[in-house]
């Protein structure tokens, strides 16, 4: 039983509370704390009631148990799930793990809506308030079982208090929901209820008219989704809008949707040769099955099969599909070691940080470490290094800075480390030349030392460029924005500065002309960009100018979806954090103790690496794998100029995925790349043109928005973001919200209220 202070609480927060005796029945007369609470005075002597009081039928009052809550006083409702009916703990959790997640799946920001409690029997309460509310209803009976396993308590009902919170709300906490929120929550409660006969799922046959329709047009009239998935999905539930659906042999409660209305398929699974998180219609459906998502070929076929009108010719907007395998935009964590991996994981799940930041920021921090020590040979004449230039896409507020400082860190400290012992031996090297000729002779000789900072945040090229000519390794460009680093290409000085970023991308010699100080040359530039960019601000610089340029092309994008963390309490212990901050330390010393080398005029002589024969089969593979692609019509024309710079990256991240195995796991020779790194690197390849794709794909979306935007200027965001859906109901609801400066949540019910329309 809560304690009273507990219960007294609970009254300052438009809580009725009745006594329980024994059997979960009132112990006093309650009917009139439907609509009068009791005061705390009277609940507090009913509370410490400890029997004695005998009633007119000679029977006694039994002793206060427990604390009930009255529903139906002020709007209260409760769903109750009693799993008690379940013979096994399995079974009972099963239920409740997919009726929870059924509910989370279609009632929007659900945990900050209900109010959930465990019961003593394994069962559940979901407390909420309404501004329509019933009597107690019976909504789900099992095959073979009397009892409801879900019902309501409204007016007229009661709950027993329970002190095992589920979600986050408590009951000092019980949120009003709308109607419409109430709704779903019934129908998908009502979808448990035993049905002797399996609804059968009809199509109904669609009238065809004669049109000037586009086969796929026309195609999605007439055919069923069903038809096609019919050998991969099943349905699961029937619910009001949309029948849920499960993958053969999958073992999550569901696989996703197909919407009644628009007869398109929503899926979350992975596991299909259908993209997730994407509306598919019954043609692309059918293109992907039939077509390997060759949709020009597709529409050819159903066109001849009499779909379309005969006066439209090829689809000039399916010359711009873009296919994305949704595998590929996955952050390949494998192809790191697996002490590197376990290190990002609790990063994840203890700092909320982003495993594809984190893993991109490793790349970077081992292109900087490596620099010009070992470069990869792919044949005679054809040599590449392993800079990297990475941009991680996110709006503000998702930690990227944060995440790329959880893996970056112990190399800043390096850097500082250097910095310092330059400065000592700086001071130390200017006092030896301040020695007369004589007192240098009695003095052991003070070699002018090499400047080894190799990290800058903030620079100007000139700066950079003299910090280059000492700090000829490399130097790791780190900046928390990239937008300015972006703008800065097109800028025209003595030259400009996207001529020297596009030779120090390529390694060729970079040559710096001022007139009022000594010219600076480098003749071996390495150096590796890292920072983050706002989606908005890099979609501004896919342009044609710097397609046509190459300079967006080098750039390996990162833009997982991500949202922002509540506070957890999980903590990363210290002692894996001074193991990585020592593991890198250790690889940064041991680069520059065993591996980089100098000849006599103390320049680097890069040590050659060179694929194995396993190796290099797989890289012939893969170069004309790309190759294929490059002069193949499957490919969209804007995707293909990426495809180049590939050639280059994949070699680039073998090398540095092969030097890090050979430090943290099997310490092999350095200057062979195995086949395992070379298939390593196709994975990480694939990551980022699926990203590239990804954000190609939202900068169309985010200029067709803009662009539905200014049409309808003079119409209401309700009537803008009706003409935007209509166009595309597929659009990213975070864009829109932003563009039309209103919330998510808006276009959430914006969207209800259109799908309730229809």
Sequence with gaps: MITLSRARQLFDFNLSLITIGDKKLPNFPWKAQQTTALSKDNFEKNYNYQGGIIKKDKTEIPKTCGVGIVTGYKGLEVIDIDLKVLPSLKEQQDFWNEYISFLKDNIDDFENKFCIYKTVNNGYHILYRCAKIEGNKK???????????????????????????????????????????????????????????????????????????????????????????????????????????????????????????????????????????????????????????????AAKKIYKEGYGSRLIKEPKELKEIVVINSKDLEFPLDIFPESLQNYIKMCNTTLDSSIDYMGCSLLWMASVIIGNSINIRIKNGWVENCTMWISIVGKAGLGK???????????????????????????????????????????????????????????????????????????????????????????????????????????????????????????KPLIPVLGGIQPSILTTFYTDENKDNGFIDRMLLSFPELEIEHYNDKEISKDVLEWYSSSVVNFYDAVKKDILKRNIEMEIEPIIADFSNEAKKEWVRIFNDITNIQNSDEENEYMKSMLPKQKSYIPRFSLIINTIDCFYADGTDVSTISKNSILKAEKLSKYFIAMAKKIKVNTVEVSDIKQNIYLNKDKSVREKFTAIYKENPNIKKKEVADLLGVSRQTIYDFIKDLEKCN
């Design 139 to 297: 909504l789900s009976k099992l095959e073979g079982y009397t009892e409801a396993i879900i019902e309501t308590r409204g007016i007229g009902g009661y709950v027993f208090v329970y002190e095992n919170k589920v979600e986050k709300l408590d009951y000092t906490e019980i949120k009003e929901i709308s109607e419409l929120d109430r709704e779903v929550l019934f129908e998908i409660s009502k979808s448990y209820n035993f049905i002797k006969e399996t609804e059968k799922i009809e199509v109904k046959e669609k009238e065809y008219k004669e049109s000037k329709l586009t086969p796929w047009d026309d195609y999605n009239s007439k055919v069923s989704i069903f038809d096609i998935i019919n050998d991969s999905f099943e349905v699961v539930r029937n619910i009001k809008d949309k029948y849920i659906i499960r993958r053969f042999n999958a073992t999550s409660a569901h696989s996703g949707y197909v919407y009644k209305n628009s007869g398109c398929m929503y899926l979350f699974s992975t596991g299909t040769i259908y993209p997730h998180e994407k509306l598919i219609s019954p043609f692309t459906a059918y293109a992907i099955k039939h077509h390997n998502s060759d949709f020009k070929e």
């Design 401 to 523: 800075t944060p995440s790329i400082s959880n893996i970056i860190f112990p190399l800043m400290k390096v850097n500082n480390r250097e910095i310092k012992n330059y400065i000592k031996k700086n001071e130390k090297y200017h006092a030896y030349k301040e020695l007369d000729k004589k007192e240098q002779k009695n003095t052991e000789e003070i070699k002018k030392p090499i400047k080894t900072q190799f990290i800058v945040n903030d620079i100007t090229l000139e700066a950079l460029v003299d910090l280059h000519e000492e700090s000829d390794n490399s130097v790791g460009v780190f900046k928390d924005e990239l937008a300015g680093w972006f703008k800065d290409m097109n800028k025209y000085r003595a030259g400009s500065d996207l001529e020297f970023w596009l030779s120090s991308w390529s390694g060729k010699a970079v040559n710096l002309n001022r007139k009022t100080a000594k010219s600076a040359f480098v003749e």
